[in-house]
């Protein structure tokens, strides 16, 4: 496992991603994946899910200290009050005390950022959050946060894989010391049949879904959660630490990013910002 040092922390650069894992497959998941190795695990308040996370985490005999867990406050609870109320249930859920990463799962433009961050920064200052942050938001929106409201993010959890490029994004968190977690890191299986990973994969002997997991977790400060319900899958995505993509190859897949590459857009996101072939 390659790992993500961010001030004491040591995240896991592959995490297990859980949206659409419901009920047993869910719990089955989650255990397997454990099993397997992982020890980053993505859920979030609208996946409901959170119960079977944390059930999984408790039967699979890892200690809680080993996992990295993050989940996200979902857009009707981002208001102060509600956030600190709705992370009381997470948690109640996830059968622990506190979350490795909290983060806000879409900006909402009807709550004053300060408000969202100090409620954020609460939770942190009482040990429910080790490390909080935001997904899906811009540079303008990371400005605004990080830089006139003073707030440590930890990351930006954004959509981000061979066909979508987010440079500009990606150089903010760099520059201002953050992490970037790639969210379907796989574009949801919309990569399988592209030319020039399927000869990488041919060259390294891997999948095409490891070439792309593997040139993520190799850029720096890049974490990648996949999902896969099938332990085919889990294992397979487990299986890119043996192998270093060549600085040329790194290239070749930095540009197969393409216009429509975006694949979550949904009526409330924000407007992305522009980026090469984006
Ligand atoms: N913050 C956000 O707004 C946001 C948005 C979207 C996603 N996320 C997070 O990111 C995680 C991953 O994203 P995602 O679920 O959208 O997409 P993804 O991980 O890119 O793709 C998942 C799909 O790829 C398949 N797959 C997995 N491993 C494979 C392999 N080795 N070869 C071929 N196919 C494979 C899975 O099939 P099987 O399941 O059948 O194995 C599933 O259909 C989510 O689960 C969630 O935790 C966050």
Same mark, same amino acid.
């Given at each position: 496992?390659?790992?993500?040092?961010?001030?004491?922390?040591?995240?896991?650069?592959?995490?297990?991603?859980?949206?659409?894992?419901?009920?047993?497959?869910?719990?089955?998941?989650?255990?397997?994946?454990?099993?397997?190795?992982?020890?980053?695990?993505?859920?979030?308040?609208?996946?409901? %899910?959170?119960? &079977?996370?944390?059930?999984?985490?408790?039967?699979?005999?890892?200690?809680?200290?080993?996992?990295?867990?993050?989940?996200?406050?979902?857009?009707? %609870?981002?208001?102060?009050?509600?956030?600190?109320?709705?992370?009381?249930?997470?948690?109640?859920?996830?059968?622990?005390?506190?979350?490795?990463?909290?983060?806000?799962?879409?900006?909402?433009?009807?709550?004053? &950022?300060?408000?969202?961050?100090?409620?954020?920064?609460?939770?942190?200052?009482?040990?429910?959050?080790?490390?909080?942050?935001?997904?899906?938001?811009?540079?303008?929106?990371?400005?605004?946060?990080?830089?006139?409201?003073?707030?440590?993010? !930890?990351? %930006?959890?954004?959509?981000?894989?061979?066909?979508?490029?987010?440079?500009?994004?990606?150089?903010?968190?760099?520059?201002?010391?953050? &992490?970037?977690?790639?969210?379907?890191?796989? !574009?949801?299986?919309?990569?399988?049949?592209?030319?020039?990973?399927?000869?990488?994969?041919?060259?390294?002997?891997?999948?095409?879904?490891?070439?792309?997991?593997?040139?993520?977790?190799?850029?720096?400060?890049?974490?990648?959660?996949?999902?896969?319900?099938?332990?085919?899958?889990?294992?397979?995505? &487990?299986?890119?630490?043996?192998?270093?993509?060549?600085?040329?190859?790194?290239?070749?897949?930095?540009?197969?990013?393409?216009?429509?590459?975006?694949?979550?857009?949904?009526?409330?996101?924000?407007?992305?910002?522009?980026?090469?072939?984006?």
């Amino acid at each position: 496992m390659m790992h993500i040092t961010h001030k004491d922390f040591k995240i896991p650069a592959l995490g297990y991603g859980t949206w659409q894992l419901r009920e047993q497959d869910c719990l089955t998941g989650v255990q397997k994946a454990l099993e397997i190795g992982y020890r980053h695990i993505d859920t979030a308040q609208i996946y409901e %899910n959170e119960e &079977f996370v944390g059930d999984a985490i408790r039967n699979s005999g890892v200690e809680r200290k080993e996992v990295f867990l993050t989940t996200k406050i979902w857009m009707s %609870n981002v208001r102060d009050g509600a956030l600190q109320k709705s992370l009381d249930g997470s948690l109640k859920k996830l059968k622990t005390d506190y979350v490795d990463l909290l983060l806000i799962h879409w900006p909402v433009k009807e709550t004053p &950022f300060a408000e969202q961050m100090e409620a954020l920064q609460e939770v942190q200052k009482e040990g429910q959050a080790k490390l909080i942050g935001v997904s899906n938001f811009t540079v303008a929106q990371m400005t605004e946060v990080v830089e006139t409201l003073g707030v440590d993010l !930890a990351t %930006n959890q954004v959509e981000y894989h061979p066909f979508l490029s987010q440079s500009p994004v990606y150089d903010y968190m760099v520059d201002h010391g953050m &992490f970037l977690t790639a969210y379907s890191p796989l !574009a949801r299986g919309k990569i399988n049949d592209e030319k020039d990973l399927l000869s990488l994969a041919h060259k390294y002997g891997k999948t095409v879904g490891q070439i792309a997991l593997r040139w993520l977790v190799q850029q720096e400060g890049v974490a990648a959660i996949p999902k896969a319900a099938s332990e085919k899958h889990m294992r397979e995505n &487990f299986n890119i630490f043996d192998f270093t993509l060549d600085e040329m190859d790194m290239k070749i897949i930095h540009g197969l990013a393409r216009e429509g590459g975006r694949l979550i857009n949904p009526d409330w996101a924000p407007k992305w910002d522009a980026s090469k072939a984006a």
